[in-house]
């Protein structure tokens, strides 16, 4: 979503604008729409890409195997899922879970963005290059987006980039780096802290 319509909306509006929306054609083939869900006043936002299949049939980001793995991260680092807030780039599932598209990813933003608005996180947590290429608005590697703090556009948020965990689950050797970035979003979100 170009522009700022939603930019007034309060939780309760925004959830039933997304719930509904049908902007692009992936709304035709989704049984629902995910919005996000946890703590409001989190102190962490995690960002994914987008539902999947179990996401798509509960309502709920992360539900699946790698929402499990993402758990068991949370958990680790002292943040647990009931702890934090959890949202997805995209709203609705791509069917067979392909990437989203540029201009799906683009009538989702204001959602995201007034998401990140609403919880006012100290930290932003994204998994995956996808979604961290749309949140950052860069074409850049996963490799060159770890390790580095960023910012959010708009809200200035800062923002660590981390892998996904359904490739950790592909990657497991990768964990021990994984990690490594938990500790390093955890240090940033010290010196962020409200
Ligand atoms: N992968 C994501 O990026 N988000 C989810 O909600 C589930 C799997």
Redesign the pocket.
Known sequence: MRGSSCSHMDWLELRSTVLACTRCAISQTRIQA?FGVGNQQASWMII?????A??DRQGE????K??KLLNNMLTAIGMPRETVY?A?VLKCRPPNNRDPKPDEAANCRGYLERQIELVNPALILV??RI?AQNLLQTDAPLARLRGKEHSAPLSGTPVIVTY???YLLRQPADKRKAWQDLLFAREVAARHAR
């Not at 994914?48 to 999947?52: I, S, V, Y």
């Open positions: 995910v994914g890409e987008a539902p999947g179990e996401e980001p992360f539900v699946g790698a929402g959890i997805n998994v995956g979604a996904h965990p359904a």
